[in-house]
């Protein structure tokens, strides 16, 4: 079992930057797959971004690519979102999750995911 919690979502204006952070408490030593999902409002909840335990695999979906990097520090169960270059369009509810798959490339079905955090808002101004 795992508890994930974000931090750092807020207001920023349009080209600014933001970092938000999700903290796993519980049974943290389980080599599990960190993703970043978002929703806006109207709108599924869609995978922004993901990465396995090792940091070996990464993906990006292609309307955050070259702006977002996901990262992770496994000694202090954190996983990272760095937004750079923010837009209108990211504005949405940001959820951490984590997935126990082991399958070649299950981290990048959304239905792998087992544990969510209860999301940040992350609110974007021109």
């Known amino acids: 079992q795992v508890q994930l919690v974000e931090s750092g979502g807020g207001l920023v204006e349009a080209g600014d930057s933001l970092r938000l952070s999700c903290a796993a408490s519980?049974?943290?030593?389980?080599?599990?797959?960190m993703g970043w999902f978002r929703q806006a409002p109207g709108k599924e909840r869609e995978l922004v971004t993901a990465?396995?335990?090792?940091?070996?695999?990464?993906y990006y979906a292609d309307s955050v690519k070259g702006r977002f990097t996901i990262s992770r520090d496994n000694a202090k169960n954190t996983v990272y979102l760095q937004m750079n270059s923010l837009k209108r369009e990211d504005t949405a509810v940001y959820y951490c999750a984590a997935s126990p798959c082991s399958s070649y490339g299950c981290y990048l079905r959304p239905g792998e995911y087992a544990y969510w955090g209860p999301g940040t808002q992350v609110t974007v101004s021109s």
């Open positions: 519980g049974r943290t030593f389980s080599r599990y797959a």
């Open positions: 990465i396995t335990w090792s940091s070996n695999s990464k």
